[in-house]
Structures are given as structure tokens and as C-alpha cells.
């Protein structure tokens, strides 16, 4: 590991006018660190985070909203009472993702900044465009099994391994950052980019700018009672998604009123198309409209190399995580969250 | 330059100096404090051979800095026996075969306490199995080790309910 210089300032004002090029923030480390210890990111100096209260609190808004601090811890977010029950597939895509150690350190900000697990952005002895542009993409002609079937570029076919993100996603939830030229809120939808021609530019997020809280929408706490998150992987716990799913509802007298859906582990960020959520509106919950619903969340779809199964996948999942969702949300986390072979319980 | 720390080390007070913020929290224990209980398996976060309690929460302490934890209290597996008396999941461990080759022993028992003081497992192995998915054992004595937890658990539970009666 490179050396650098450790500052540890106590607030987001003294953070940000700490900032200088080459800096990197500091959260939990558990992505940070760790590409650190391998050599694929190498900050001259770390600003730790770590105690700025202001960054600390889950605040339940008046309106029905909530507003995360960047530095909460995933399991204080996903086992918070009053947040789970509002928000139940937040909690449940945070539960499925990683372990109880990891989910125990790593905080929210971080989950919304964590890198792709490409194996080739993983190997700084691999060319790769996103970790040096102009390098090239290994995976184009490599491991590229788990990649992406949407949003790619021919420069690069790196997938986002947020589950947390994808609900929120799904639910609209907005960014506030803040940096040396102030406050800002940025749409999650705006958040991650696309590759294109440039897949080192990742987030929207400019130099010296973190983080602050994600905010949830009033709206978003309407799907509570029908919402769930599925998660399809190679083994049922600590392992990341071939195709996730964030599916949630709002039905009355047997009809789809509204509808929130988005993919994740397909593209560079999680995948949102409203059009196939305005095709469930008016509906019954039905095995066909769901059929439709995956077909225009998957437009455009196509294979970036050996991975044409993530769509049929992709395809069957979205209409299994509608089912789960039109049955209810559980009334307790299932002993398995995000998974098919968990046992379904209603909520009514 | 050097960077003062003060940990609370299974109960110790310790200062340390670091000339080096790149030192984890595990070869701090490891290499400086002469607590080699605390296993270096995959040093990423993957294995959970490192695990330790972090302010009473399990955390891989190979991702996490030393120079980050001024002030914390730090629990190893050096820390769980009270003198002769083993802490109830060291206990079970023994008594289920929670192990063979041993290596990933403490951090399985460290992240156990940790389960248990969460208190979302209970004693559904299902949820036990879940809850202790961050460790890995080569050895695949995971039978045993659920068992343990879920044995060791009930104990618990059952001493924490006599207690309060």
C-alpha cells in the first residue's frame, strides 16, 4: 500500500477544505482500504470521516420522508425499526449484500461510492479504461460472465455491486452532497454514470465534493406493505447479485395503482426505466402484465460476452420479485432476505 | 509523522504510537500487541479469520485502521475467557466440533458473540447460518459451528432470563 497522510476533521466544512487533489474520503474503508491494500487506488492523503457527527443520524421526516447521514452504518440503516418498516426492501437489499462484519463497517455514503468488482478494474496489471483511461477493456475478451447487459460501451462493461442502491433507485431518492462550491441535491438517477467513451467518470460527484445524507421521498414510504427485494446469486448469502431486483406496489380492490421496479448487477448503475413501471399502472397482478412490465425494463438489452443468460434471468426474476411484492411484504425480515428459497409470508 | 492512539484492549488500557497510519487494526494486535489469537486468512475482508469487537460490534479488522480507532474498545478472543471459565460459546464450540484444523476458530467465535449480542439470529439455525456467513471455514465444520451457536445462544438467553427473574 502507498503511503499517505491521515487528517481526521470533525466537520463536513473542515472535510471539504481539506480536500486537495490526489485526497480521498474516508467511510468505513471496507471497499476503500482494501482496493488500497491491492494498489488500484492510491490517495496521497485520507480524510477520515469518521467523527463527524453531523453525518451520524436516521432522521424519520415529519412528511413520511427520511434522511440518512452518509456515515451510518448499513446495519444500523437496515435494522432500524422505524426506517425498516417504512422503507422494508432498503433494509432488505442491505441485509443481502455482503456479511454481518462488513454491513457492521461500512456506512451508506460508502455503498453509494463503492467501485465495480470487475476483475479487471481489481488488477492494476490488467488494462482497464475505467482505472486507466485509454488502457483498454480485458474484459471484453475475458471473465465477463457476471457483466453488463444494459448501458454499456465498448470502452467498458463494469456493473455496479450496490444492492442498497437499487431500492433506492427504485424509489427515487435524491443525493445531498456538499464541496467546495456548496450544497447540492443530485436525483439517484443522476448519480452513477453510464460508461460511454469515459468510464472513469463514475459518479456525478465533482473533486472534493461527499456525500452528506440520501434522502427517501414521502412517496417512496406508500409501498411499504408490497415491496420486496430479490437478489439471484451464485450462493444464497455473502456473494454478489447475478441480477437483483427491486419490485414494489401499491394495489387496491385487486389493481396495480402504481408501480416502482429497478435492476440491479446489469449495468453501471441500477436500472430504471418508468415506462415498464407505467405499464403495471391500472393492471391486475398478473403473472402476463409482470411478463410485459420485465420486457420494457430490458429493452435494449444484449449480451457484452458470454452473459446472454443475465437477460433471460433478469427477465424471470423481475416477474418472481413482482409476485413476492404482490404478496406482501413480510412481517418479519425473512431468515434469508432477497432470497426465492426464503419462505413467503404475507403481509396481510 | 507519528500518530498517538489509545485503545482499550480486552480491558487494558494501551497508547500506541504509530510512525505509520497504513497499520491495521489486525497486525497492530498481531505484530505490536502481541495478540496473535486474532487469524490473517484472505487480509481482504472476505474470510473473516480477523474478526474482533470493535465497541461491541464484529468488525474484519484487516479493513479496518488502527489509526482510525483512537478511543475504541477492542475485544479478541484473548479477551472472552473469564480466567479458567471459558465464555459460553468457546464452551459450545468445544462441545459441538466447531472446528478441525482450528485456524478460523477465533474469528468464527468473535463473530458469534457478535450474533448473538445482535440479537436478530436467535437460535433459527437458518438465521444462524445467515448471520455467520462471513466466515469461512476450509475445514467445513459449519454443522458444528451452527449448532455451537445456536446451543451457545440458548444458554446465554436462559442465563440473561435467570438473572432478570
Not at chain 1, 437489499?93 to 465495480?116: C, E
Not at chain 1, 431500492?167 to 441535491?185: C, H, W, Y
Not at chain 1, 460511454?196 to 452528506?212: F, H, M, R
Not at chain 2, 487469524?39 to 479469520?49: L, P, S
Request: aromatic share 4%.
Amino acid at each position: 500500500m502507498k503511503r499517505f497522510d491521515y487528517m481526521r476533521p470533525l466537520s463536513v466544512a473542515d472535510a471539504v477544505s481539506a480536500y486537495k487533489p490526489g485526497a480521498a474520503y474516508l467511510g468505513g474503508g471496507t471497499n476503500l482500504l482494501d482496493l488500497m491494500k491491492i494498489g488500484v487506488m492510491q490517495p496521497e492523503t485520507l480524510i477520515d470521516l469518521g467523527r463527524i457527527a453531523e453525518l451520524e443520524a436516521i432522521e424519520m421526516l415529519p412528511d413520511g420522508g427520511a434522511r440518512i447521514g452518509a456515515l451510518v452504518k448499513n446495519s444500523d440503516l437496515a435494522y432500524d425499526r422505524a426506517f425498516a418498516a417504512a422503507f422494508p426492501m432498503v433494509a432488505e437489499a442491505i441485509l443481502a449484500g455482503a456479511s454481518g462484519q462488513l454491513r457492521n463497517a461500512a456506512t451508506v455514503g460508502g455503498n453509494l461510492m463503492q467501485k465495480t468488482r470487475c476483475t479487471y478494474f481489481q488488477d492494476p496489471h490488467s488494462p482497464c479504461n475505467r482505472r486507466e483511461p485509454g488502457t483498454g477493456c480485458a474484459a471484453r475478451e475475458g471473465d465477463n460472465a457476471n457483466l453488463a447487459v444494459l448501458g454499456w460501451s465498448d470502452a467498458c462493461i463494469a456493473t455496479n455491486p450496490s444492492d442498497m442502491c437499487v431500492p433506492l433507485a427504485a424509489l427515487g431518492a435524491v443525493i445531498e452532497v456538499q464541496g467546495p462550491a456548496g450544497k447540492r441535491d443530485i436525483p439517484i438517477a443522476n448519480f452513477h454514470f453510464l460508461p460511454g467513451d469515459q468510464p472513469e467518470n463514475e459518479t456525478a460527484l465533482q473533486p472534493g465534493e461527499l456525500v452528506v445524507a440520501i434522502r427517501l421521498p414521502a412517496e417512496a414510504a406508500a409501498f411499504a406493505r408490497n415491496a420486496r427485494y430479490l437478489k439471484v446469486r451464485e450462493r444464497t448469502s455473502f456473494a454478489f447479485a447475478l441480477v437483483s431486483v427491486a419490485a414494489a406496489l401499491q394495489i387496491e380492490g385487486g389493481r396495480i395503482t402504481e408501480a416502482r421496479l429497478a435492476l440491479g448487477a446489469v449495468a453501471a448503475k441500477p436500472w430504471r426505466v418508468t415506462a415498464a413501471e407505467e405499464l403495471l399502472a391500472g393492471q391486475a397482478p398478473t403473472a402476463e402484465a409482470f411478463a410485459r412490465a420485465a420486457d420494457a425494463l430490458l429493452q435494449g438489452a444484449r449480451p457484452s460476452g458470454e452473459n446472454g443468460y443475465k437477460i433471460e434471468l433478469a427477465r424471470r426474476a423481475i416477474v418472481r420479485a413482482l409476485q413476492m411484492s404482490a404478496a406482501g411484504t413480510p412481517k418479519r425480515m425473512p431468515a434469508l432476505p432477497a432470497s426465492s428459497f426464503a419462505e413467503e409470508v404475507s403481509h396481510v | 509523522m507519528s500518530y498517538s492512539i489509545s485503545l482499550t484492549v480486552n480491558g487494558d488500557q494501551r497508547r500506541v504510537e504509530l510512525d505509520d497510519p497504513r497499520v491495521t487494526l489486525l497486525d497492530l494486535l498481531r505484530e505490536r500487541l502481541d495478540l496473535t489469537g486474532t487469524k490473517k486468512g484472505c487480509d481482504r475482508g472476505q474470510c473473516g479469520a480477523c474478526t474482533v469487537l470493535v465497541d461491541g460490534r464484529r468488525v474484519n479488522s484487516c479493513l479496518s485502521l488502527a489509526v482510525t480507532l483512537d478511543g475504541a474498545d477492542i475485544t479478541t478472543i484473548e479477551g472472552l475467557a473469564n480466567g479458567d471459565t471459558l465464555h459460553p460459546v468457546q464452551a459450545a464450540f468445544i462441545e459441538h466440533d466447531g472446528f478441525q484444523c482450528g485456524y478460523c476458530t477465533p474469528g468464527q467465535i468473535m463473530s458469534a458473540v457478535g450474533l448473538i449480542a445482535e440479537g436478530h439470529a436467535g437460535d433459527d439455525p437458518e438465521r444462524v447460518r445467515e448471520g455467520m456467513s462471513g466466515n469461512l471455514c476450509r475445514c467445513a465444520a459449519y454443522h458444528g459451528i451452527t449448532e455451537a451457536v445456536v446451543d451457545a445462544t440458548r444458554r446465554m438467553t436462559e442465563t440473561t432470563e435467570r438473572k432478570s427473574a
